[in-house]
């Protein structure tokens, strides 16, 4: 059993910054990987960033590239997700997931909104 839990989200004005926090526990190994993914209404969930458990290799959406970071804490099995120059196209529900590989999750949180206004 895996639970996510996602915080963070809100409403930012474009060029602002949030910092999103997932906080897994459960049986999460270390060939497991964290990631974050959003989702807009009408639209498939798309892959933003991920992290390996172990090691420190980052995975990122090229429309992230350079404006996002993702971090962890092993301690306290935290995934982060640094948002920086946020853009209106940002707007989304966010969702934590646990997944085998960097693109493929099979275990979501409950997702957590960020609105980015003009």
């Known amino acids: 059993q895996v639970q996510l839990v996602e915080s963070g989200g809100g409403l930012v004005q474009a060029g602002g910054s949030l910092t999103l926090s997932c906080v897994a526990s459960?049986?999460?190994?270390?060939?497991?990987?964290i990631g974050w993914l959003r989702q807009v209404p009408g639209k498939e969930r798309e892959f933003v960033a991920s992290i390996r458990k172990s090691g420190t290799r980052t995975y990122y959406a090229d429309s992230v590239k350079g404006r996002f970071t993702i971090s962890k804490d092993n301690a306290d099995n935290t995934v982060y997700l640094q948002m920086n120059n946020l853009k209106p196209e940002d707007t989304a529900v966010y969702y934590c997931?646990?997944?085998?590989?960097?693109?493929?999750?099979?275990?979501w949180g409950q997702g957590t909104q960020v609105t980015v206004s003009s």
């Open positions: 997931a646990l997944g085998t590989n960097p693109y493929e999750f099979f275990n």
């Open positions: 459960g049986r999460i190994y270390s060939s497991h990987c």
